[in-house]
Nanobody
Framework: QVQLVESEGGLVQPGGSLRLSCAVS????????MGWLRQAPGKQRELVAH???????EYADSVKGRFTISRDNVKNMVYLQMNSLKPEDTAVYYC???????????????WGQGTQVTVSS
């Protein structure tokens, strides 16, 4: 079973930056496709970005050019660098260990506790 622990989020002003990290344990990290998802109040959880085992990445259109996902297969960590943050980025962000096939990311059943990111002046 995979355990995921996200770093603390925070309150950021519009246009600001924040880096989230996620520590992964309990399984072979390098074999997982890692994703960051978020859920805003009253909305469904959505995929923000994922990174495959070889390092290929994909992003939601809403965050392309602003967010960067990366992974460290030695430290078993996955990161989400968020720049040029907007109020609509406000959400609880979750790290996830999933899979990828037929051109789509499939979330796994193990989730971190989530971390709140609030973008507001």
């Amino acid at each position: 079973q995979v355990q995921l622990v996200e770093s603390e989020g925070g309150l950021v002003q519009p246009g600001g930056s924040l880096r989230l990290s996620c520590a992964v344990s309990g399984s072979i990290f390098s074999t997982y496709v890692m994703g960051w998802l978020r859920q805003a109040p009253g909305k469904q959880r959505e995929l923000v970005a994922h990174i495959r085992t070889g390092g290929s990445t994909e992003y939601a259109d809403s965050v392309k050019g602003r967010f960067t996902i990366s992974r460290d297969n030695v430290k078993n960590m996955v990161y989400l660098q968020m720049n040029s943050l907007k109020p609509e980025d406000t959400a609880v962000y979750y790290c996830n260990a999933g899979s990828y096939y037929s051109g789509k990311y499939y979330p796994g059943g193990n989730w971190g506790q989530g971390t709140q990111v609030t973008v507001s002046s």
